[in-house]
């Protein structure tokens, strides 16, 4: 008997023990948990580590605050608006978990910035790092495909007509791009068929992938090993190293601790904006994308004509091929920043590119009256539609949709009998009313279900002139189309 058994058996030890003993020799859970917190950083703990681990964290508030929304969100041009403005004016505390995730949006954008400049000024790529590096910008495109299809769900003017300009930019791609903005549409409008797309791939695809390359991401770190500082040899740091655990965690932890502060704050005192429900009709609706995707934006307007082609496929796909095999180009071990001024300049005239690209839209939208003026007015719609109460969506195409699923089998039953006895013909689908016949929706405030009954089968004056029939069914039918009429509220 080893001693492992002993321990798992042995009476003396507390309840505690002698569990953990018992989980670990089935999963092997505590030397996971050792290998990971012993795993050595290489001259030690620092604050430049710690982004890795608050991108994890973002995520996972993403996942949380994401699973809350998609409890009431429904994928539908016809209720996506209502659901959101639902969450937000509602559900309890449903707008400070909207705007904790639309937040989180924004604070996974930075953080992942912070993350990648820290990786490539501390030549941290270097060594055998290459496959850890093309997984990390495979992360990075798919942090900013959720945010292009996040953006689109709450289906408000902003984000109707901000994915209208992200989709028709797909369509510049020659020869395929009309067949891709169809593609992602899901036709050549937007509507039903778009939601549901991004919806789909916002909600499962998207993270599927992002789970599955995190945890490649991790391991592949795991395996190469921390580069350390900038001093070290990629490939066998030589410094005197310290464990993960406690100092590097700790400090991880600030950074979460900092982040659940900041948003926490920012989500209880100033709510994320919904504005009026999308309408395509709108012909003066000035679009802006989150400030993330402005310097594309700015970059799309100079593109035109034939030259679009260059701008929209060609210098973006040599700039990501170009970052995807940085480690290859760059072979050499050298690490320290100061020596590496062609790696150092390439990295300043992208980011202030970036930067100048995102200001000069900023200014451009300053610059402009009328476009200034229309962006105040798209911003005080907003504000007021923030302001007032919530209302159901009344509209005829939503109350039929609605009485579709009724959940009594009574009623169930009575709408099809509705149908059948042409009801609808003169009172609309779901009663809710045509020039011919008056809506039906609350009858049952009006009679109780025995008058009503009677009603039906007597018709007043009035009905006959309308030239309604009167009703003449067996009992049984009758019940169920009485339980259908006192179900349309
Ligand atoms: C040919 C058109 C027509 C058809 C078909 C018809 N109705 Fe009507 N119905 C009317 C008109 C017109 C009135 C309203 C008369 C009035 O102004 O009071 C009416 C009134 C009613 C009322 C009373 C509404 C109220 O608020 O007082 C009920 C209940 C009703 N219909 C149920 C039905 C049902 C159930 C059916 C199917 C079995 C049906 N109707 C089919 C034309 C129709």
Redesign the pocket.
């Known amino acids: 008997m080893n001693s492992t058994d002993r321990n798992e058996d042995d009476p003396s030890r507390t309840p505690q023990t002698r569990f953990r003993v018992w989980l670990d020799r089935r999963t092997g859970l505590d030397s996971l948990l050792r290998t990971a917190l012993d795993e050595p950083v290489p001259g030690g703990a620092r604050f430049a580590y710690i982004f890795g681990s608050g991108l994890l964290f973002i995520f996972l508030s993403q996942v949380i605050t994401g699973v809350f929304l998609a409890l009431y969100y429904v994928p539908s041009a016809d209720h996506a608006h209502t659901t959101v403005a639902y969450i937000s004016k509602v559900v309890t505390a449903g707008s400070f978990l909207r705007s904790l995730h639309s937040y989180g949006a924004s604070a996974m954008v930075i953080v992942l910035l912070l993350h990648l400049s820290q990786t490539y000024i501390y030549g941290a790529y270097k060594g055998r790092r290459e496959l850890l590096w093309i997984s990390g910008c495979a992360l990075f495109g798919l942090v900013m495909a959720m945010a292009f299809t996040g953006y689109l769900l709450p289906w408000d003017q902003r984000a109707y007509f901000a994915t209208a300009v992200g989709t028709n930019a797909i369509g510049e791609v020659p020869f395929i791009g009309g067949m891709l903005t169809r593609l992602v549409r899901g036709g050549t409008e937007m509507g039903t068929l778009t939601i549901s797309r991004f919806f789909v791939a916002h909600v499962f695809l998207i993270p599927a992938c992002i789970f599955a390359l995190v945890a490649s991401h991790i391991f592949l770190f795991r395996s190469a090993g921390a580069a350390g500082p900038i001093t070290e040899n990629p490939y066998k740091p030589t410094a005197k190293s310290e464990p993960f655990y406690p100092r590097q965690v700790l400090m991880d932890l600030s950074l979460t601790g900092l982040l659940l502060v900041g948003l926490g704050v920012l989500a209880f005192f100033i709510a994320a904006p919904l504005g009026p429900a999308a309408d395509p009709a709108n012909a003066q609706y000035v679009p802006r994308p989150d400030w993330y995707y402005l310097p594309i934006f700015q970059w799309l307007k100079y593109w035109h004509g034939a030259a679009s082609a260059i701008g929209v496929l060609v210098i973006p796909t040599i700039l990501a091929l170009a970052v995807i095999a940085l480690p290859f180009l760059d072979r050499s071990i050298e690490r320290r920043p100061w020596k590496r001024p062609g790696a150092m300049g390439a990295f300043a005239f992208i980011m202030f590119g970036l930067v100048g690209l995102g200001l000069r839209s900023e200014y451009q939208d300053h610059h402009d009256p009328a476009v200034a003026q229309q962006l105040g007015r798209q911003k005080a719609e907003e504000d007021e539609y923030m302001r007032k109460p919530f209302e159901p969506d009344l509209s005829a195409a939503s109350l039929a949709a609605a009485n579709v699923n009724l959940a009594d089998p009574l009623a169930a039953k009575g709408k099809t009998i ?1 149908e059948a ?3 609808n ?3 609309g689908d779901g009663g809710i009313g045509t020039a ?3 809506a ?1 929706v609350a ?1 049952s405030a ?2 109780p279900s025995d008058q ?1 009954t009677n ?2 089968q007597h ?2 004056a ?2 006959t ?5 009167a ?1 003449d069914l067996p009992t049984g039918d009758m019940k169920a ?1 009485i339980a259908y ?1 006192e179900s349309l509220k």
């Open positions: 509705f006895q042409s009801c013909a003169c009172h011919a016949a008056p039906l009858i009006k009679f009503l009603l039906l018709p007043t009035k009905m002139a309308g030239a309604m029939p009703v189309l009429l």
